[in-house]
Structure formats: structure tokens, C-alpha cells
């Protein structure tokens, strides 16, 4: 159900030829939530150039702000004083329905020197926290729960300084419970030595934690195994320089005009700000795009997707970019022969049970779905012609349902998305892009 003052559905146009056109995607939201704990943690002053301004990063910005944080926005760049390691205050902050401004906000707020009340919406009440709760009371933070065990809201009782130490990290629910460590470990008394005992979930997003800390000067030392995969982490303690950096942009959001070249034959789409150099996990599911059939072609800073005849069905495993993966189930919906997705074990507590969620909403447009656990199988439709009536498409308050089904709906026809102001939890500017694109 939408909120008051939302749209309560939108209708998708189909596009009457081939999509052509150039597009740059909003700012990175994972680079732009990393360098936001950092700047307000720094020792000096930081500067965002062309950071994402959309409702995840903007909750964790006023979240810093209670604490504390003093932000000067200047049109497309953002001013932080940082505060030396600590934050000045302390406070009640409501993240939304952001799960990684509440992960990160858990951890940072270990730092704060008053007491941090931390809640958010109903569903992400609902998601666990537990993994979070434990790491940072490992590094020597208290946390209590305020309502129900393990859930939100919490309460962090930061201690006169945060100890750090070793912790031995198993799989987790989520890999930002401990990029949220990572992020805050130079400015424990002793460090974070991280210990993996098993294969870290989602590692690719520890990885980009790990190129950002790189980026502003953090004492960091990794080992890995004989794969190249990550076996210990360890951040030393120093302080954080002030930094300037401009956010590329953002892969997870380029997913979609990438898609919407690839599902129209003799579509051609340029996406700027994105290219080969970049260390963003969703970039790899941009490259996937080749396994269906498109055509991906990349320099330093841009990304060209061409789109085939037909696109065939495939396999992949999804492990490094689940959440991108959403886009790609439903651009199976499109193919010829049945797709497969593994990998995807997280997409059951995110924003919405994507899975679920992705299940549901394909049978409506005549897929045939098979759920497991952590994969998804779906063989389309042999009919495609659009609807005499569109079918209403639930978003289930999931940025990702909408974003994808509206790239469907505008290469297929029929389709009505629910509650399409949801897109804003991190891209405000998607229907205007997506308008822009179709023609």
C-alpha cells in the first residue's frame, strides 16, 4: 500500500522501437555511504563531490547530523566536519527503511559520547540485527533492545572509548554488519582484527569497503587464501585525514538502463560515469548481461550495453551481486528458454523476500517460477503482446520490484507498477530517466 501523498500506480508506456540514448546514472549509494561515516569521522574536513541524494543516504546523513555531525550542502557536493574519531552527541535516529544506514549507524554509533536510540520502519523492525549487535559488542560497545530480542530498536551506550580487538567472523546475515566495523575500526583504541572462519558473505562488498578505506589513508593489512579470497582483515588505529572525493557513478542504478538496452532488439545505451576501472560488485551483473545474449563494451569511465535479436535464457550464479540480480530475473522474463539465478540467500531479508517477491509478481506477466531458498528459476511466457488490461504490479515497497518490472513493462507492454514513488530510497530521478530513455 502506498503512503499518503504517494502516486498510487503508474501505467508503463511500451517503447514503439528500438531504445536508444545516453544516460548518467545518480552517485554510487554504497560509496556514498561509506565516505559519509568517514567524513563525519575524519580528522579535518571531507568533501563529497556528486554524492547520491535519495532517502538511504539522506536518512544516514540526518542520523550523523543528530549526533552531531556538522554538514554544509553546496549544490552537488557536501561539506562534513569531521569529528576526530568520535561524535559530539548523541540521540534518537529513525533510519527507514534503510538496512545499511542502520547497520552502519549501529557500529558508528559505538563512537558517539551520549547514548543513540536507533529504529526504523515496520519491516525493517523485522529485519535482524543480531550479527551487528555482536560485532560491536566485541569491539567493546553495549547495546540494549528496547521492545523484542535481536530486533529493532536498540539502544548503543557508547563506552569513553571504544576498545576494538580481534573477532572471529563467521557468515553473517548481511556483509554490512561488518563493512560497518570495518569503517569504524580506525578509530578503536586498538584496532579491528577481523578472523574469517568461513567464507564471508557477500565479499565483494568488503572488498569495495576495503578500496575505500585504502582511499583515505587507513592502515589496512589483508591475507587471504590461496583463491585470493579474504581470511583475516586487519585496520589499524589512526586518524582519518580529511579527504576530497568525487562518487562515481552508481552500478546497483545503471543496472536498469542496461537492462532496457539488452531486452530491445537493436537497442543501444551509453552509461556514463561507469566503467571498467570501477570496484563496484554490480558492475559484474551489468557484464552477465553478455550470458543473455547482449553485447557489454567498456572503457575507463563509460559502459555501452547493445542489445541482441533475441535474448536466451542462462545460469549464474548471482553470489557477488545479489541485489542486481532482482533486475536480472526479470529481464529473464523476456528470453528464450529458462534462466536460473543462484547465489541469492540474501534476497530473502531485504526490503522486501525478493525471492518471494520476484515469484509472485512474474507469474502475473504468465512466467513459470520455481523458489528455492537462495535461487530462482524462470521459464517466460510464450505469448509477450501487451494486455488488454495491464497487470498491476506489486512492489512490495521495494525500490528494486519497481525499477525492474518498469523496465519490463516498457520493453513488453501491460504492465501497472504499485507505489512507484518507492524508487526514491535510492533513485529520486528514476521515472524521468527511464521516460528520457524510452521516448
Known sequence: ?????????????????AVRGTVRPPGSKSLTNRYLVLGALCRGAAVIRQPLRADDPDRLLAALETLGTIVRPEGDVLRIDGGDGRFPGGGIVDLGAGGTPVR??????????????????????????????????????TVEFL?????????????????????????TASSQFVSAIMLIAPFTRDGVDLRFSATPTSPTYLELTLDVLASVAAS????????????????????????????????SSAIYPAMLAAGSPGGRIEILGLGDSSRQPDLAAIRALQDFGATVEMSADRTVVSGPSQLRGTELDCTGFPDAAVGLAV????????????????????????????????????????????????????????AVEPRRIGTWDDHRIAMSFA?????????????????????????????????
Do not use: N, Q, Y
Open 1 to 17: 500500500m502506498s503512503s499518503p501523498g504517494r502516486e498510487a500506480t503508474k501505467r508503463i508506456p511500451i517503447a514503439t522501437g
Open 104 to 141: 552502519f549507524m549501529l557500529a558508528a554509533a559505538g563512537l558517539a559520547r551520549l547514548p543513540v536510540d536507533i529504529d526504523g520502519t515496520e519491516r525493517m523492525r523485522a529485519r535482524p540485527i543480531r550479527d551487528g549487535v555482536d560485532l560491536l559488542r566485541a569491539v567493546g560497545g
Open 147 to 171: 521492545e523484542a530480542p535481536d530486533r529493532l530498536p536498540i539502544r548503543v551506550l557508547p563506552p569513553p572509548e571504544l576498545a576494538g580487538g580481534a573477532i572471529e567472523v563467521g557468515r
Open 220 to 251: 589496512v593489512t589483508v591475507d587471504r587464501d590461496d583463491h585470493g579470497g579474504l581470511r583475516r582483515i586487519r585496520i589499524d588505529p589512526s586518524p582519518i585525514p580529511g579527504f576530497d572525493v568525487e562518487i562515481e557513478a552508481d552500478a
Open 331 to 386: 529481464l529473464a522474463g523476456l528470453a528464450d528458454g529458462t534462466t536460473r539465478l543462484t547465489g541469492l540467500e540474501t534476497l530473502r531479508i531485504k526490503e522486501s523476500d525478493r525471492i518471494a517477491a520476484l515469484a509472485i509478481e512474474l507469474r502475473k506477466v504468465g512466467c513459470d517460477v520455481v523458489e528455492a531458498a537462495d535461487s530462482i528459476r524462470i521459464t517466460p511466457a510464450v505469448a509477450r503482446a501487451e
Open 407 to 439: 523496465v519490463l513493462g516498457t520493453l513488453r507492454g501491460g504492465i501497472e507498477i504499485e507505489d512507484p514513488d518507492c524508487v526514491t530510497k535510492s533513485h529520486p530521478g528514476f521515472w524521468a530517466e527511464l521516460d528520457g530513455l524510452a521516448g
